[in-house]
């Protein structure tokens, strides 16, 4: 894959300005998450609705984003490895150009999600992890949140993937960030 320089400077032989499109898209997959966390600001449901994308609406946007030359798509949601087509949208998205980012809560991080993200090339994946586990527990409204969300890390680290942690400070946790950095 050519390095960013190098696209640039093939945009201005072509006459085209490199930052004429947007550099980064968030694309978020679906409005359904599997949890009700305290912190989170999408309008998120539990039950699938009318609007979803379908993986070749999704791999149509990958193509104009490509087209544009954005240089990162961020894939959100809700809980985007809620879907049940999120292999093939992975599938989809491995020769691509862009650089590749997701956010999810871990839960449904398997070995094959793990494989299809590496495969993908992902530059890393964001996992929620809002504190020690009755407290992260109390955060995402769901007992169990905790066990389910550091098994995701365990596997995607397992696969080699870059993890990144995102912590959202409240009153819930704030008293628990050195445990939290501990985990």
């Not at 495969?119 to 389910?148: E, M, Q, T, W």
């Not at 969300?149 to 596997?155: K, L, N, R």
Request: hydrophobic share 35%; charged share 25%; net charge positive.
């Amino acid at each position: 894959m050519p390095s960013t320089k190098a696209r640039r400077d093939k945009l201005y032989r072509e006459g085209r300005r490199p930052l004429s499109a947007p550099s980064k898209v968030f694309l978020h997959l679906t409005r359904r998450c599997n949890l009700e966390c305290s912190c989170c600001w999408t309008d998120s449901v539990r039950e699938r609705g009318g609007d979803e994308l379908t993986a070749d609406e999704i791999g149509s946007v990958f193509n104009q984003c490509e087209d544009l030359n954005v240089l990162i798509v961020c894939f959100l949601g809700g809980e985007p490895l809620i879907r049940d087509d999120i292999l093939k949208i992975l599938h989809s998205a491995a020769p691509r150009r862009f650089s590749k980012y997701l956010t999810t809560n871990g839960h449904f991080i398997t070995g094959d999600v793990a494989a299809a993200l590496k495969d993908a090339r992902f530059g890393s994946v964001n996992v929620s992890l809002h504190g020690p586990a009755d407290i992260h527990d109390r955060h995402c409204g769901s007992k169990g949140a905790f066990r389910k969300t550091v098994s995701g890390i365990e596997t995607l680290k397992r696969h080699g993937l870059p993890v990144n942690i995102h912590f959202v400070l409240s009153r819930l946790n704030a008293d628990h960030l050195d445990e939290t950095l501990k985990i």
